[in-house]
């Protein structure tokens, strides 16, 4: 882990993230505070913020669920001063099928996914611009929001997210408050070590040109640089991929060896 710098890029700044009880959520959580920034994490689970940032002097562990009441969420942080970064990075699905699904499951993946960070970051931003303070709202998307997931549900949240990232941008650009994204890959956060999650990184590691997954500090790498006025200062509305070149991948060399296969079977 990078050592502790007090007086790091974000030193001073106040900054909130979801879903910072494990996974990528926590790896960006303890980047800021690598970076000297004060940290809001906000997680469902008490027990992994307690495991993942207990000790830590300039964090702020709030236990909530984003979806169940942002606005009093929104009002709970506020209470604790000025927030200068926002970083929405909860996401859940359903685990069904479109066939399977019910009502139910598709509001409890919206409220989570769309809802939830939406009137949080509303509320948030709002006193940003009555105070004519600056700002940055990252959101944590998916490559799933162009990519076929067999997860409907989450796969149609992220993409509407990636619009919202890019309405945000235009509406809220003239307040001085920039809105950007990361879309991740495939990134390693299993926490078991079973058979069947050791297949599943391996196949999945097959179809990365780097040839391996990602890790929640390479999405945490570009949240942090988003959020940096100094280096990103001029981008809004931007989505940086995150994947090693998995969006590249070309299904019909699945059906062939290897590409010089294809190259001498083909005509098309």
Do not use: Q
Request: glycine share 12%; aromatic share 6%.
């Amino acid at each position: 882990m990078t050592p502790r710098r007090d007086g790091g890029r974000f030193g001073g700044k106040r900054v909130l993230v979801t879903g910072a009880g494990h996974g990528i959520g926590l790896a960006i959580a303890r980047a800021f505070l690598d970076e000297g920034a004060t940290v809001c994490a906000v997680d469902v689970s008490r027990e992994n913020l307690t495991a993942g940032l207990g000790g830590e002097e300039r964090a702020e562990p709030v236990c909530a669920d984003v979806a169940a009441d942002p606005r009093g969420l929104a009002a709970r942080l506020l209470a604790g001063g000025p927030v200068d970064v926002v970083v929405n990075n909860v996401g859940v699905r359903s685990g069904k099928s479109f066939l399977e699904m019910e009502p139910e499951d598709l509001r409890t993946t919206y409220a989570a996914n769309i809802e939830g960070p939406w009137f949080l970051t509303r509320d948030l931003v709002r006193r940003w611009v009555e105070s004519g303070r600056p700002g940055s709202v990252v959101f944590v998307l998916s490559l799933h929001a162009e990519a076929v997931r067999m997860n409907p549900d989450y796969s149609t949240s992220k993409a509407a997210l990636t619009m919202l990232v890019k309405e945000l941008a235009v509406e809220l650009g003239p307040h001085g408050v920039r809105v950007n994204a990361v879309a991740p890959g495939a990134i390693d956060t299993w926490s078991n070590d079973s058979e069947r999650s050791r297949a599943h990184v391996e196949r999945s590691s097959r179809a990365v040109p780097l040839g391996r997954l990602g890790t929640a500090g390479d999405v945490a790498h570009w949240v942090l640089a988003l959020s940096d006025d100094r280096r990103a200062g001029y981008m809004t509305g931007s989505v940086i991929t995150v994947d090693g070149g998995l969006r590249l991948h070309n299904w019909l060399l699945d059906l062939y060896a290897d590409a010089a296969d294809e190259r001498d079977t083909t005509d098309f």
